[in-house]
């Protein structure tokens, strides 16, 4: 059906003025069209490039997170060596330390004369230092110690008292004391460890 036909059969359908509103319907066809051709090669092709725009600015983002990450994760990774070197400082001073109170085995008579100018300095009067079986253990060398000892009772305490506060590790495991006369003199036996580096 051709569209002629279609037009002669609506009802009361003026033909003539139909065609008075040609100039109208051209308009509205032209825009029509305009508005097709918009839509179909401006808007769909602008849409186009706003996805591109829109994934490359999604990129963006993702690449910034990723930097943001990084560098969270560097400065996270500086403040750990900042701390780790802190503690390497520490352990460093700590072992400066314990290496200036464990002499060596070349130093046993520093340790000896330690014992010796503590007691008679302070009115004990060292009788013998006897060493013992030395014992190695994790890399130290406990050397066992006996001493015997005569001088009064606040004397002896005060020695023992200043025998474990030397700067050389020096422990006092036992000790023991006996009245010598009526007069507050003593006799005393002190068993210590003195403890230095193996080799």
Same mark, same amino acid.
């Given at each position: 059906?051709?569209?002629?036909?279609?037009?002669?059969?609506?009802?009361?359908?003026?033909?003539?003025?139909?065609?008075?509103?040609?100039?109208?319907?051209?308009?509205?066809?032209?825009?029509?069209?305009?508005?097709?051709?918009?839509?179909?090669?401006?808007?769909?092709?602008?849409?186009?490039?706003i996805k591109n725009i /829109? $994934?490359?600015?999604?990129?963006? +983002? =993702?690449?910034?997170? !990723?930097?943001?990450?990084?560098? *969270?994760?560097?400065?996270? @990774?500086?403040?750990?060596?900042?701390?780790?070197?802190?503690?390497? /400082? $520490?352990?460093?001073?700590?072992? +400066? =330390?314990?290496?200036? !109170?464990?002499?060596?085995?070349? *130093?046993?008579?520093?340790? @000896?004369?330690?014992?010796?100018?503590?007691?008679?300095?302070?009115?004990?009067?060292?009788?013998?230092?006897?060493?013992?079986?030395?014992?190695?253990?994790?890399?130290?060398?406990?050397?066992?110690?006996?001493?015997?000892?005569?001088?009064?009772?606040?004397?002896?305490?005060?020695?023992?008292?200043?025998?474990?506060?030397?700067?050389?590790?020096?422990?006092?495991?036992?000790f023991l004391i006996e009245?010598?006369?009526?007069?507050?003199?003593?006799?005393?036996?002190?068993?210590?460890?003195?403890?230095?580096?193996?080799?």
């Amino acid at each position: 059906m051709t569209l002629s036909g279609i037009l002669k059969s609506i009802p009361n359908l003026d033909m003539g003025s139909l065609f008075a509103f040609k100039r109208e319907f051209v308009i509205a066809a032209a825009a029509a069209f305009i508005v097709f051709f918009s839509y179909r090669f401006v808007y769909i092709g602008n849409v186009e490039v706003i996805k591109n725009i /829109d $994934a490359k600015i999604n990129a963006g +983002r =993702s690449e910034i997170g !990723r930097i943001r990450a990084e560098i *969270q994760a560097g400065e996270a @990774l500086k403040a750990a060596l900042s701390r780790a070197q802190a503690d390497l /400082d $520490a352990v460093e001073k700590g072992l +400066r =330390s314990l290496n200036e !109170r464990l002499p060596s085995d070349k *130093q046993i008579s520093r340790i @000896l004369y330690s014992i010796t100018v503590n007691g008679s300095g302070g009115g004990v009067r060292i009788i013998s230092i006897k060493p013992m079986q030395p014992e190695e253990k994790e890399g130290l060398i406990r050397i066992p110690l006996q001493i015997n000892a005569e001088g009064r009772f606040a004397a002896t305490g005060d020695y023992i008292e200043r025998i474990e506060n030397l700067p050389r590790i020096i422990t006092v495991d036992n000790f023991l004391i006996e009245s010598k006369d009526g007069a507050g003199y003593v006799s005393s036996r002190v068993f210590m460890s003195a403890y230095i580096l193996g080799r």
